[in-house]
């Protein structure tokens, strides 16, 4: 019998495997995940038999699994496309959560003095699946607009963030080497709450997904510790895989904001007086606004236009606004395409999904590098909702927070069409030069009902 | 070190390269879905959760089972649905537009007007 269970493990792992492999490219992600899905399936089927059920056992997994499953799925099916990534952390946060509690229920059932083997990984366990439960409710919270967006910073942060990870040190110490009671593993737990929480504040909403793939693979490792304490290979493995695939995918991400990730992570940490200073002397300068009409015209008499979404267009759920937009367009022959930033919308990929949602042709959609040598024979950049991704003190002002930053070079284009709801800065909260540059007319309003107002003027011209 | 232990570090060992191995020509577009996948996968640790919630018989063991189990199954069913729905979007990209009236079957309630099958 336990031979059965490890050859399932061991297909299950396969399953793991081949599902990532799938995931990572165009034509066979969807199939990878169901893959991945099946070999889930598997691992917990194969659990089952070796287990001595109490009853109590039994009904507390089935009121788990049934409030879990609907919790999950309806979340799943309800959550709209823009609000993905706030649910990616939530997910990712119950996980880390739910790997936190194995090891908690595994030490209380050790005694005071369980072996260095099973209760090193149970604490490992403890605090990072902990600090990726918190954290993701943090990152949840700012990306729901629950709390603000902005990095929160205070004088001695750094003081107060070294002292909970020494206290957390010296009662993980405790509980490895001293006694391993409810007390020492409870205090544990509660700090790396706070550590969890501590981590995230001072890292802004734009950041938000490095964050969320960063927590991921740390819940990824919490649950190849648990791995190690309830002796599991399939735990082992799966945890193990996610812990490394998503350590690389958070390198991969904060290389395409074109920032390393200790930038990410601390960067808060001493430049937010420094970035703030220099916008007071920008207010007061003019910027140019156009009608639908000026801008409909504009755009209709336009040999090529580049669209640059950004979130704004998401939130307005403006994409099949946008596709309606270049119908019309092309129809009169102007050349279409969209620029992609690789951090549009929230998430890498995120803005690809969104315009996927609305049919646009995938050939459209150009990715940075592809797109960027042609803005200058571009006539119209059209930008949607975007902001960050196409504000040039990325390029040409080494105080500002985004600098270095790889940006589209929407301001190469003859003429820069900026929809906007308002002059507010964007998400990283910095103003943009590109809103006052001649060649710029703005035009504020929902990004869905500009671009409606956008198509018919673009039929009357 | 018991025989046990080194099997365990050895599997993990080799996970680590096949973990970073697997992904690392990973397209941009992809990173979400991807993110959201391996999400779905480390909600494995509901095999955890089953393991110690069976046996529960005291009052702390019952909480801590029923809430670990919670967590991991919302894990576990949210990571794989979620992450179906965000691929199900990619689906029919490479032939286009034309693929349009076939997305309708989904029942996304925010169909196009233009790609409503043709009347």
């Given at each position: 019998?336990?031979?059965?269970?490890?050859?399932?493990?061991?297909?299950?792992?396969?399953?793991?495997?081949?599902?990532?492999?799938?995931?990572?490219?165009?034509?066979?992600?969807?199939?990878?995940?169901?893959?991945?899905?099946?070999?889930?399936v598997?691992?917990?089927?194969?659990?089952?038999?070796?287990?001595?059920?109490?009853?109590?056992?039994?009904?507390?997994?089935?009121?788990?699994?049934i409030?879990?499953?609907?919790?999950?799925?309806?979340?799943?099916?309800?959550?709209?496309?823009?609000?993905?990534?706030?649910?990616?952390?939530?997910?990712?946060?119950?996980?880390?959560?739910?790997?936190?509690l194995?090891?908690?229920?595994?030490?209380?059932?050790?005694?005071?003095?369980?072996?260095?083997?099973?209760?090193?990984?149970?604490?490992?366990?403890?605090?990072?699946?902990?600090?990726?439960?918190a954290g993701?409710m943090?990152?949840?919270?700012?990306?729901?607009?629950?709390?603000?967006?902005?990095?929160?910073?205070?004088p001695?942060?750094?003081i107060?963030?070294?002292?909970?990870?020494?206290?957390?040190?010296?009662?993980?110490?405790?509980?490895?080497?001293v006694?391993?009671?409810?007390?020492?593993?409870i205090?544990?737990?509660?700090?790396?709450?706070?550590?969890?929480?501590?981590f995230?504040?001072?890292?802004?909403?734009?950041?938000?997904?490095?964050?969320?793939?960063?927590?991921?693979?740390?819940?990824?490792?919490?649950?190849?510790?648990?791995?190690?304490?309830?002796?599991?290979?399939?735990?082992?493995?799966?945890?193990?895989?996610?812990?490394?695939?998503?350590?690389?995918?958070?390198?991969?991400?904060?290389?395409?904001?074109?920032?390393?990730?200790?930038?990410?992570?601390?960067?808060?940490?001493?430049?937010t007086?420094?970035?703030?200073?220099?916008?007071?002397?920008?207010?007061?300068?003019?910027?140019?606004?156009?009608?639908?009409?000026?801008?409909?015209?504009?755009?209709?008499?336009?040999?090529?236009?580049?669209?640059?979404?950004?979130?704004?267009?998401?939130?307005?759920?403006?994409?099949h606004?946008?596709?309606?937009?270049?119908?019309?367009?092309?129809?009169?022959g102007?050349?279409?395409?969209?620029?992609?930033?690789?951090?549009a919308?929230?998430?890498?990929?995120?803005?690809?999904?969104?315009?996927?949602?609305?049919?646009?042709?995938?050939?459209?959609?150009?990715?940075?590098?592809?797109?960027?040598?042609?803005?200058?024979?571009?006539?119209?950049?059209?930008?949607?909702?975007?902001?960050?991704?196409?504000?040039?003190?990325?390029?040409?002002?080494p105080?500002s927070?985004?600098?270095?930053?790889?940006?589209?070079?929407?301001?190469?284009?003859?003429?820069?069409?900026?929809m906007?709801r308002s002059?507010?800065?964007?998400?990283?909260?910095?103003?943009?030069?590109?809103?006052?540059?001649?060649?710029?007319l703005?035009?504020f309003?929902?990004?869905?009902?500009?671009?409606?107002?956008?198509?018919?003027?673009?039929?009357?011209? | 070190?018991?025989?046990?232990?080194?099997?365990?570090?050895?599997?993990?060992?080799l996970?680590?390269?096949v973990?970073?191995?697997?992904?690392?020509?990973?397209?941009?577009?992809?990173?979400?879905?991807?993110?959201?996948?391996?999400?779905?996968?480390?909600?494995?640790?509901?095999?955890?959760?089953i393991?110690?919630?069976?046996?529960?018989?005291?009052?702390?063991?019952?909480v801590?089972?029923?809430?670990?189990?919670?967590?991991?199954?919302t894990?576990?069913?949210?990571?794989?649905?979620?992450?179906?729905?965000?691929?199900?979007?990619?689906?029919?990209?490479n032939?286009?537009?034309?693929q349009?009236?076939?997305?309708?079957?989904q029942?996304?309630?925010?169909?196009?007007?233009?790609?409503?099958?043709?009347?």
């Amino acid at each position: 019998m336990t031979t059965l269970i490890e050859i399932a493990y061991l297909v299950a792992a396969v399953c793991f495997i081949l599902g990532l492999k799938q995931l990572s490219s165009p034509k066979g992600a969807r199939n990878g995940n169901f893959i991945a899905a099946v070999g889930m399936v598997i691992a917990l089927v194969a659990t089952l038999p070796l287990l001595r059920f109490t009853t109590a056992g039994v009904i507390i997994i089935a009121i788990g699994v049934i409030i879990g499953a609907a919790i999950g799925s309806i979340g799943a099916r309800m959550v709209k496309m823009t609000a993905i990534p706030q649910m990616v952390a939530l997910f990712n946060g119950v996980g880390g959560g739910a790997a936190a509690l194995v090891a908690v229920a595994e030490l209380l059932s050790f005694g005071q003095h369980p072996a260095f083997a099973v209760a090193f990984p149970s604490v490992f366990s403890i605090v990072i699946g902990s600090v990726s439960f918190a954290g993701s409710m943090v990152a949840f919270a700012k990306l729901q607009e629950l709390m603000t967006g902005t990095p929160i910073t205070y004088p001695g942060q750094q003081i107060v963030n070294g002292i909970l990870a020494a206290a957390i040190l010296g009662f993980a110490i405790a509980v490895l080497a001293v006694a391993s009671i409810p007390f020492s593993f409870i205090s544990l737990m509660i700090l790396a709450l706070v550590l969890g929480v501590a981590f995230v504040l001072p890292i802004g909403g734009a950041d938000m997904p490095v964050v969320i793939s960063l927590l991921n693979a740390f819940t990824g490792l919490a649950v190849a510790a648990s791995g190690f304490t309830l002796n599991n290979f399939a735990l082992i493995v799966a945890g193990t895989l996610v812990g490394a695939s998503g350590s690389l995918l958070t390198k991969l991400m904060s290389d395409a904001m074109g920032r390393s990730l200790g930038n990410v992570l601390f960067g808060a940490f001493g430049q937010t007086r420094a970035a703030s200073a220099p916008a007071a002397g920008k207010e007061g300068r003019s910027v140019r606004s156009g009608t639908a009409e000026d801008i409909g015209t504009l755009l209709a008499y336009s040999q090529r236009v580049i669209i640059v979404p950004g979130y704004g267009l998401a939130v307005a759920q403006a994409q099949h606004a946008a596709r309606e937009l270049a119908d019309v367009l092309e129809k009169r022959g102007v050349e279409v395409t969209y620029a992609i930033h690789p951090v549009a919308g929230r998430m890498p990929g995120h803005m690809n999904v969104l315009l996927a949602e609305a049919n646009v042709p995938y050939e459209q959609l150009k990715e940075m590098d592809e797109v960027n040598d042609e803005f200058k024979n571009a006539d119209v950049a059209l930008i949607v909702g975007a902001n960050d991704v196409v504000n040039p003190s990325a390029r040409n002002a080494p105080g500002s927070p985004i600098y270095g930053m790889p940006i589209l070079n929407a301001d190469q284009a003859k003429n820069i069409v900026f929809m906007k709801r308002s002059m507010r800065p964007g998400f990283a909260g910095i103003d943009n030069d590109l809103m006052y540059d001649p060649k710029t007319l703005m035009f504020f309003g929902d990004a869905k009902d500009s671009l409606t107002k956008l198509v018919a003027a673009v039929k009357a011209a | 070190m018991s025989n046990e232990l080194l099997n365990e570090l050895t599997f993990f060992v080799l996970s680590i390269f096949v973990g970073i191995e697997v992904i690392s020509k990973v397209p941009t577009i992809l990173h979400t879905p991807l993110m959201s996948g391996t999400n779905a996968i480390h909600g494995i640790i509901l095999v955890g959760a089953i393991v110690i919630a069976a046996g529960a018989s005291s009052p702390v063991n019952i909480v801590l089972g029923l809430v670990a189990v919670t967590l991991a199954t919302t894990n576990v069913v949210g990571g794989f649905v979620v992450t179906d729905r965000m691929l199900e979007m990619f689906k029919g990209r490479n032939a286009g537009r034309a693929q349009g009236a076939q997305n309708q079957v989904q029942g996304q309630p925010a169909p196009t007007k233009e790609s409503t099958p043709t009347k």
